[in-house]
């Protein structure tokens, strides 16, 4: 599977963006699929997953209530609603698809077989 994923850009704080990620490969819906972020300086933090049916979401902490996690298992495309961006929410944006059920507390990169290059998204304040 080869995942690409674009969308970013540069925001002021309180806008919102909407990532996508898209597939190639025929398993796609079988995947779960998962968004990370890393920020300058950090760790690679994963923020949330969704379940192959699309079924099940879940979230970090940390973004709860501001992002949202959906799929287009007919496009191969998964996608990622921003709101209320703020700039600690600066970050290269990952997508990643894994064999392995989702996580309630989103386990960690070694979930994922798959990654894409990731989308770099700048909040100004």
């Known amino acids: 599977v080869q995942l690409q994923a674009f969308g970013g850009g540069l925001v002021q704080a309180g806008g919102s963006l909407r990532l996508s990620c898209a597939a190639s490969?025929?398993?796609?819906?079988?995947?779960?699929m998962g968004w990370f972020r890393q920020a300058p300086g950090k760790e690679r933090e994963g923020i949330s997953c969704?379940?192959?049916?699309?079924?099940?979401?879940y979230y970090a902490d940390s973004v709860k209530g501001r992002f949202t996690i959906s799929r287009d298992n007919a496009k191969s495309t998964i996608f990622l609603q921003i709101n209320d961006l703020k700039p600690d929410d600066t970050a290269v944006y990952y997508c990643?698809?894994?064999?392995?059920?989702?996580?309630?507390?989103?386990?960690?990169?070694?979930?994922?077989?798959?990654w894409g290059h990731g989308t770099l998204v700048t909040v100004s304040s």
């Open positions: 490969g025929r398993t796609f819906s079988s995947y779960a």
């Open positions: 990643a698809a894994g064999d392995r059920p989702c996580r309630v507390n989103l386990g960690g990169r070694w979930m994922y077989d798959y």
């Open positions: 969704i379940s192959s049916s699309a079924g099940k979401t």
